[in-house]
């Protein structure tokens, strides 16, 4: 390959042919290196690319007399050929003026933060922060990077060593790839250097005549390489080598050649200890890893990543989930794979079709309204079915070029319902469980999917299920007992000669997260929201927006209290917090328009010049501020229609002071409500009913309130989301 005309090197700088510096502006290119690309371009005839996610200033600086040498800065979005810089896509949105304004914002509060401007791309830098001080900054970072990325598609967040940043998606590295080859002309090879997760993108987009090499020791992580060399200076010997091997008689023997990676799922043997655990869900935690030595991210993430992080952790674990993009056209060789994470991330691409057939399609517009006994709003298409059946034939590949045989695996909710037996046909011997987070119908409404009967063969191909209540449990032997051949007992099925475990594991929050003090940082904004509302009695609603979560319904029955119980007019305030979910399925954005349409129409009706019935907020907030709202609620109204199990409803409880405890005002469909007996309990399907249990938790008197509290509290201490990981990790740890 080395003599092979037209040739092409496509490499990356920092790490790969120069060692990293403790500082980005302290590094130079050593003479000799440029010496060496100029001679491959010049007296090799190779068209030799720096490729790196630095700015083009920086790299002009390093090679300023290489016009031979070829540049590509800012990670792949601009390109210098012959002396002039041009942008590989010219049009793409720089529109980063709002988010920049934000986040200068909060830099401009705490000390050592930076944001660096790029053309593309932003970067907030917090390696100065103080550690004490990260957790919160990155919560707040987050909050703000979340919900600008909400409004802006095309942009993408990443993760590097402590920095976040924010750029176009389709700007990556691996542009370069058939850039380069077409300019280098018909039948070229390449061979391309990198030594990092950014260069993986190149490396996926190699074609079977070039080469890949991962540059740097070995670190046990999944690459899209095909070989490897052990660091700069082998790099350099290597292309020394190519450099010599076209000019001299007999090829001069290599001083460092590549050597093969393992071909098994092309993951380098590394010194790391092998993973004893692998969890895959949809969707990766939102935060990866902005880690130093010694930090801790728990102030930055949800219930589910809190709940798997210290089963995970114990065990050396991985977490493999789509990677949030749709637009790198699809799974590469392999998946992606940071391990500087705690713990361990690895990742798949999925096209933006493929994407939104499995999701929106399939899982969002079929399982989770049928799941959720939605039958009117099911739709069923061939197409997301089909490509559901893709998506998780794509994760159990990823899975089984990542684990060896025998790992146990703990496979999350509906979107990989069939991902047990695609396991299983590769070749997967290990145990391999599933959790479901939403109900499980029974056979009436299962049997409506054209697919059950696959569906149902499939789940039984796991070793055990877990489900969060009895009637979920109860569901799944019923249907196992009446739509298929297989043997049902208590709490297993036998079908072919396996059996699956089937059991009921109500999953928990931290709540301890939920009984902090305000944060100075974030109080305000909290605080100032409740001191709005005066003495009025505080009625709150928190939830995802969704239609399972009965918000319509929900302030139907506010608007019916103030109806019949007129007394409450101008003493009482309901808060409604939407959190912005699905917003680009349809149902989920008409859903929105019936909530704002029911506000208007409910203050319009009952508002005063001195008091505002509702107030609703379609945002998030973080963990903070939330239980500051929970705490100054008289009445927590979580009155889904139906749920899984709702942890709004066990983070309420978890806030309240114990010497003057709200209510709970719980709907009898949430998954909360087997648990939370001494909760006030509803029916959300009865507006009527839902305002004289609305009017009863207002006058609810303090010592019942206590004595319900104290039940609910010992309740929600007991089962916890670390209890709750624990346990279904144990069972399946026990199958095999
Ligand atoms: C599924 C199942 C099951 C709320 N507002 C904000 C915010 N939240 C957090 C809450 C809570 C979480 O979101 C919502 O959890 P739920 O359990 O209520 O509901 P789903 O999202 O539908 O979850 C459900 C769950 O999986 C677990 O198995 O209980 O039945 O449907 O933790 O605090 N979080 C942030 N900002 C907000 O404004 N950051």
Redesign the pocket.
């Known amino acids: 390959m080395a003599r092979h005309t037209p040739l092409a090197i496509l490499t990356d700088l920092d790490g790969t042919l120069i060692p990293f510096s403790p500082h980005p502006d302290q590094t130079r290119v050593p003479a000799e290196l440029s010496a060496l690309l100029q001679s491959l371009a010049l007296r090799s005839g190779i068209q030799v690319a720096v490729v790196s996610g630095r700015p083009r200033e920086a790299l002009d600086r390093f090679f300023p007399a290489s016009p031979a040498v070829w540049l590509v800065a800012e990670h792949g979005g601009w390109r210098r050929a012959d002396g002039a810089w041009t942008e590989a896509l010219p049009g793409e949105s720089r529109d980063l003026d709002g988010l920049q304004a934000d986040l200068e914002r909060l830099v401009a509060r705490v000390p050592g933060s930076l944001v660096e401007r790029k053309t593309w791309a932003l970067a907030l830098h917090f390696r100065m922060v103080a550690p004490a001080d990260r957790g919160a900054f990155l919560v707040e970072a987050s909050e703000i990077l979340e919900a600008w990325l909400r409004t802006h598609e095309g942009f993408e967040r990443l993760e590097g060593a402590a920095v976040l940043e924010v750029r176009a998606a389709r700007i990556r590295k691996s542009l370069a790839v058939p850039w380069l080859r077409e300019k280098a002309g018909a039948g070229a090879r390449l061979i391309v250097l990198g030594d990092d997760v950014t260069d993986e993108d190149m490396f996926g987009a190699v074609g079977t005549h070039d080469e890949a090499i991962r540059v740097g020791p070995a670190v046990g992580r999944a690459t899209r390489a095909r070989w490897t060399l052990g660091g700069p200076e082998e790099a350099i010997a290597f292309l020394r080598w190519i450099d010599a091997a076209r000019h001299e008689g007999p090829t001069p023997a290599p001083v460092h050649v590549p050597r093969p990676i393992a071909r098994d799922g092309r993951r380098e043997a590394g010194p790391a200890a092998p993973h004893r655990l692998l969890a895959i869900s949809n969707r990766l935690p939102d935060l990866r890893a902005p880690t130093e030595p010694g930090e801790t991210r728990k102030k930055n993430v ?3 990543v809190s709940a798997l992080e210290p089963v995970l952790t114990a065990r050396n674990g991985l977490w493999l989930g789509w990677s949030g993009r749709t637009d790198a056209g699809g799974p590469a060789a392999g998946p992606g794979f940071d391990d500087s994470a705690a713990p361990a991330l690895a990742w798949i691409d999925l096209s933006r079709d493929l994407h939104r057939r499995y999701y929106n399609g399939f899982s969002n517009g079929a399982l989770w309204p049928l799941f959720h006994t939605f039958p009117a709003r099911v739709a069923f298409h061939d197409e997301d079915w089909e490509a559901y059946v893709r998506v998780n034939d794509l994760f159990a590949e990823a899975a089984r070029s990542l684990v060896p045989e025998d790992t146990p695996i703990w496979i999350h909710d509906y979107h990989l319902l069939l991902l047990g037996a695609a396991l299983r046909r590769r070749g997967h011997r290990g145990p391999v469980g599933l959790f479901l ?2 109900p499980f119908p029974g056979p009436d409404l299962f049997r409506m999917i054209p697919w059950s009967d696959r569906i149902l063969e499939d789940l039984l191909a796991c070793d055990l299920l877990g489900f ?1 209540t009895p009637n979920d449990v109860a569901n799944v032997l019923q249907c196992a007992g009446s739509l298929s051949p297989a043997k049902v007992g208590d709490d297993a099925i036998l079908h072919r000669g396996h059996r699956t475990r089937v059991r009921a594991f109500p ?1 928990g ?1 931290i709540p301890e997260g939920f009984q902090e003090a305000p944060d100075p940082d974030v109080a305000d904004e909290a605080a100032a929201l409740i001191r709005s509302i005066g003495t009025s009695e505080l009625i709150l609603g ?3 927006l ?1 239609y ?1 979560k009965g918000i319509p319904e929900r302030l139907e029955a506010f608007a019916r209290l103030l109806v019949l119980f007129p007394e409450w007019r101008g003493k009482v305030a309901f808060v409604q ?1 939407s ?1 912005p979910s699905r917003a680009d399925v349809p149902e989920y954005k008409q859903q929105r328009n019936r909530i704002e349409a029911a506000v208007g129409r409910i203050n319009g009706e009952f508002g005063e010049a001195h008091w505002t019935p509702v107030r609703y907020l379609y ?5 903070n501020q ?1 239980a500051q709202f929970y705490r100054a609620a008289r009445v927590g109204m979580v009155t889904p229609l139906r ?6 409803a066990k ?1 309420y409880v978890a806030a309240q002071t114990a010497a003057n405890p709200g209510v709970l005002l719980l709907s009898r469909f ?3 409500a087997v648990e939370l007996r001494d909760a006030l309990l509803t029916n959300p399907w009865h507006i009527d009913g839902m305002a004289r249990d609305l009017d009863r938790a207002l006058r609810m008197p303090l010592p019942e309130r206590l004595e319900r509290h104290a039940k609910l509290a010992a309740i929600v201490r007991r089962t916890t989301a670390l209890t709750w990981a624990e346990d279904f990790v144990g069972a399946l740890e026990a199958c095999r």
């Open positions: 949800g219930g589910l987070h939403i969060h999953i929050i928190i939830d995802r969704d399972t917090i959190v945002r998030s907030y973080n963990r939330l749920d899984g199990m709702n942890l709004v983070e949430a998954g909360a």
